[in-house]
């Protein structure tokens, strides 16, 4: 089983709709982050966690809202789901320990809206 | 503003080495990493450079140089299975990450 798991893999979805991507790791890592990936660009941060009573939001927030239910569970709702936010979405861990700072990705969440 | 910029696309023979470049300009520096993520897949961890020099790893090399703001990954002896893409990205003074838009590496028989 994968260390970090993402739940749905593949959405399509319609215009307005609530949508929720999940993530869950058995890593047992406090930071937890939330990316998207657009094809031509680099990987954007959506939001990020340090710990359960921790949320940051990051470059691209808007439209976004997370929920860190517990130390290994983030969750990324997207309220009224618009075309634009058609992407790729990682979910990703990171050890604060480590001093390289590494992140260990999930498989993906494609999601398409309609 | 900050920026990192690596070339789009590459083509390399199997057997062969490539270079990929990676210039940065970030709010301070906390180290650079490299990435490799195959298509459909998640990014995997390559290598991190904080100091001046070259880092071996296997047939994978990472070099930085901090007065340029530059990197380069390094493969030797490539193989098909190294046809990926290679995210380079920097983290700046706040411990963020910063990713550039990625290199496609295309390895030819």
């Known amino acids: 089983d994968a260390d970090v798991t993402q739940t749905p893999r593949n959405r399509i979805t319609k215009t307005g709709k609530r949508i929720m991507l999940e993530c869950s790791q058995t890593k047992g890592h406090d930071r937890m982050y939330w990316y998207r990936q657009d094809p031509g660009l680099g990987l954007r941060l959506i939001y990020y966690s340090f710990d359960v009573k921790d949320i940051n939001k990051g470059e691209i927030s808007d439209g976004y809202s997370v929920s860190r239910q517990a130390q290994a569970k983030f969750s990324l709702s997207l309220e009224s789901a618009i075309p634009n936010q058609t992407a790729l979405y990682f979910c990703?861990?990171?050890?604060?320990?480590?001093?390289?700072?590494?992140?260990?990705f999930g498989e993906g969440s494609r999601l398409t809206v309609l | 503003g900050q920026n990192i910029d690596q070339p789009t696309e590459m083509t390399a023979t199997e057997g062969a080495i490539v270079q990929i470049n990676c210039t940065y300009q970030t709010s301070g520096f906390n180290g650079l990493f490299w990435y490799q993520q195959h298509a459909g897949e998640a990014p995997t961890f390559l290598s991190y450079?904080?100091l001046d020099g070259l880092e071996e790893k296997g047939r994978f090399s990472s070099f930085l140089s901090r007065s340029k703001g530059y990197s380069y990954l390094l493969l030797k002896e490539l193989q098909m299975k190294d046809s990926a893409s290679y995210l380079c990205?920097?983290?700046?003074?706040?411990?963020?990450?910063?990713w550039g838009a990625g290199t496609k590496l295309i390895i030819k028989p």
């Open positions: 990205a920097c983290m700046d003074s706040n411990y963020q990450l910063i």
């Open positions: 990703a861990t990171s050890d604060q320990g480590a001093h390289t700072g590494e992140l260990f």
């Open positions: 450079n904080v």
